[in-house]
């Protein structure tokens, strides 16, 4: 029993570490090619912005998810949102879509993705992507996971991509 208990207290101390180290950490950790990996830092993306939400309010969330250090360049690790009817209402990482109605485009595979992001968010689930890497234009696999906002019309994603060498 004492044994449990060490390795319970060991498993719990290292999981609040995980938390406590925040943003920071997760960006700091070098990006790579490992889809677990880069799943993971995906989860973590979208718990953290999510306690964020909670901690500052909707509003100043978005703002700091537009900076450093909520956004990466490696991985292209970033927040993104779209309303369940596939109207794309936040995007760091592409700002440019924001405003569109996103609802009939696909991946390379024909996986229509804000239908993803809506499924993502209300089952708690990662999803994959195939598309062209915005810098290198090879195909690149996408991770994305996302929760439904307290109004109940708008998604938001943590995704990010798989580096390209």
Same mark, same amino acid.
């Given at each position: 029993m ?8 060991l498993f719990?101390s290292?999981?609040? $570490?995980?938390? $406590? ?7 700091a950790r070098?990006?790579g090619a490992?889809?677990a ?5 995906v989860?973590l ?10 901690s500052?309010?909707?509003v100043?969330?978005?703002?700091d ?5 909520w956004?990466r360049?490696a ?12 109207i794309s209402w936040?995007?760091a ?14 991946d390379l595979?024909?996986r229509?993705? $804000?239908n993803l992001?809506t499924?993502?968010a209300?089952?708690n689930?990662?999803?994959?992507l195939l598309?062209?890497?915005p ?10 996971s996302?929760?439904?906002l ?6 938001l994603c ?8």
């Open positions: 004492r044994h449990f208990i060490f390795i319970l207290s719990l290292i999981s609040g $570490a995980v938390r $406590a180290d925040g943003i920071d950490a997760l960006h070098s990006a490992e889809m990996m880069l799943q993971r830092d989860e993306l979208r718990d953290l912005a999510q306690s964020h939400i909670d500052v309010g909707l100043q969330a978005l703002n998810f537009m900076a450093s250090p956004s360049d991985n292209g690790l970033h927040i993104w949102g779209v309303t369940k009817t596939g936040f995007d990482g592409h700002p440019e879509v924001v405003g569109l109605d996103v609802s009939q485009m696909s595979e024909g229509m993705w $804000a992001a499924l993502s209300a089952k689930s990662v999803f994959t598309f062209p890497h810098r290198t234009g090879q195909a690149a696999q996408g991770v994305h996302c929760f439904m307290a109004d109940g019309q708008r998604v943590a995704g990010a991509f798989e580096d390209i060498n």
